[in-house]
């Protein structure tokens, strides 16, 4: 018992703390795929089903399940989990700059975790969505205190992110290896060093709008209160500032992930190291500026939806940049079809469907007509919760060998991707069709001219959640197994080529030191 709280309580090395990030991070994202089920399954057909004709459940279940795949899976795995784990090995760093620190913010997850699920067992629930607009969330809608306690559950989440982006900003910067210039960091470091910037400064503002609200609705002040001089569209401005931003912190990291393994996979150096590099800072520069993206329909002038939809198509030219140095690495590469090579290009192609799909909504006149459907929906689907899961089952097959020396089974890995693959474009892609047709969300029931495609999405996810299934038949198998992990994926050639292209793939050593010294060797 003392090893156990000496190892996972009160340990302060970053990998025993980067695998209950990442063990947490799955709990999370079990319990909200069990929540998308039961959304599907009320879906799948006309009429009342499981939910008796309980649209507040129904909206409640909506909210639980964004908050967790948002705050608990995707954040929680891809910062905590890989960015704890290969931060620190990747740029030749001892540990966190702020060891206590770290340790504090992980053990904010529990109760934050337990807030947020008690927030929907409390009285009939917060059935506010994610965005907990003023509507929704006011006293007049909720007297209880099932929105206070969701109020609470992201002011602890926002200090565990806060002190985690913090702790990274500082070992980037200051705790790097002998030699190692900000030009020479990988491109996952660098991309989780944007989103630690932007974890610290949106935030904040986050924490102020809660703030406000949590003022209005249990002592009296009015911020948000036309009768006391305060504004209702307020609430919409300063969530959305940090709402646009939050798209790109579900997912830079995993840029980072996709860039190492294509070019490890493929044999091919980084093309556009500096132009990725620099085209991820102007993202996160452009992330001030956009906040209204999401608020076309509260009446915004001609003027101002022009200047946010032009700031859009930039941010559109900025990721498209991304896409065109992952195809030039692609083109004419050695490529090795593996699982993990799947997962990577299963991303792409996703990211790049959903891209698309934001560039139709960044329209003003479209988005009017489109906000309250399905359409941002699949939007969200494709970019941030369908693509992040591909991010990080690419991420674990591609570290899992670093993490326990032990390999998986490949032909398990291969059967899991094209189960998952096709059910989460069945799902998505059919949510496009629905919106066309004028289907709105956050209602659980529809006319019958709907009927077929909620049928055949439901029918998607849960192909999607066959696929999850067969995910830990291939995870669970390998810590415990003996499948030795090869000590490296690629053919090491005795030259300076080779060697470069092995300190940017980087999955198989320690420090700078080692690099260095390998580098004197050849």
Not at 79 to 88: A, E, R, S, T
Not at 317 to 322: D, L, M, Q, W, Y
Not at 499 to 519: C, D, G, N, R, Y
């Amino acid at each position: 018992m003392k090893n156990f709280a000496q190892r996972w309580l009160f340990s302060t090395n970053h990998k025993d703390i980067g695998t209950p990030y990442s063990i947490f991070g799955a709990i999370a994202g079990v319990m909200g795929t069990c929540f998308s089920v039961l959304i599907c399954m009320e879906l799948a057909q006309l009429g009342n089903q499981i939910l008796s004709g309980n649209h507040q459940l129904y909206n409640v279940l909506i909210t639980a399940y964004v908050f967790l795949m948002i705050f608990f899976m995707v954040m929680l795995a891809m910062i905590g989990g890989f960015g704890n784990w290969f931060v620190l090995i990747l740029i030749g760093a001892p540990d966190m700059a702020f060891l206590r620190l770290n340790n504090i913010s992980f053990w904010l997850l529990p109760p934050s975790l337990l807030l947020l699920l008690s927030s929907a067992l409390v009285e009939v629930g917060a059935g506010t969505g994610w965005m907990v607009y003023l509507f929704l969330s006011g006293i007049t809608s909720y007297s209880g205190g099932a929105v206070d306690l969701a109020i609470f559950s992201s002011y602890l989440s926002g200090v565990l992110f806060i002190s985690g982006a913090i702790n990274f900003i500082s070992t980037i910067f200051n705790m790097r290896g002998p030699g190692m210039t900000m030009h020479k960091l990988l491109l996952f470091v660098w991309f989780v060093l944007v989103t630690a910037f932007l974890l610290l400064l949106f935030f904040l503002v986050l924490a102020g709008a809660i703030t406000m609200l949590l003022t209005d609705r249990n002592f009296n002040t009015t911020f948000f209160d036309l009768a006391g001089g305060g504004d209702l569209i307020l609430y919409q401005y300063l969530f959305w500032f940090f709402g646009y931003p939050e798209v790109y912190i579900l997912i830079l990291s995993g840029f980072g992930i996709i860039s190492h393994i294509v070019f490890t996979f493929l044999r091919k150096l980084v093309f556009g190291y500096l132009g990725m590099v620099y085209v991820m800072i102007s993202i996160g520069v452009l992330g001030f500026i956009v906040w209204a993206h999401y608020m076309f329909t509260v009446g915004l002038d001609v003027d101002t939806c022009a200047y946010f939809i032009a700031v859009i198509m930039i941010i559109v030219v900025s990721t498209g940049i991304k896409i065109l140095s992952w195809g030039v690495i692609m083109w004419g590469g050695s490529i090795e079809y593996t699982s993990l090579l799947f997962f990577a290009v299963g991303f792409i192609f996703l990211f790049t469907v959903g891209g698309c799909i934001g560039t139709v909504s960044a329209n003003s006149g479209l988005d009017i007509a489109l906000h309250d459907t399905y359409y941002v929906v699949a939007y969200f689907y494709y970019v941030s919760f369908m693509g992040a899961v591909f991010v990080l089952f690419a991420g674990f097959y591609y570290w899992i060998g670093k993490i326990t020396g032990l390999q998986y089974l490949e032909i398990l890995g291969l059967i899991y991707f094209w189960i998952t693959f096709f059910g989460v474009n069945l799902t998505s892609f059919l949510m496009h069709l629905e919106p066309l047709a004028g289907m709105p969300r956050r209602i659980p029931d529809y006319p019958d001219a709907y009927a077929g495609w909620n049928a055949f999405s439901s029918f998607g996810l849960y192909v999607f959640v066959v696929g999850i299934s067969r995910s830990f038949v291939v995870i669970f198998p390998t810590p415990t197994g003996e499948n030795k992990y090869a000590p490296s994926p690629w053919a090491v050639e005795q030259n300076s080529t080779t060697f470069e292209w092995m300190v940017q793939s980087l999955p198989a050593f320690h420090t700078f030191e080692e690099i260095s010294a390998i580098k004197e060797s050849i």
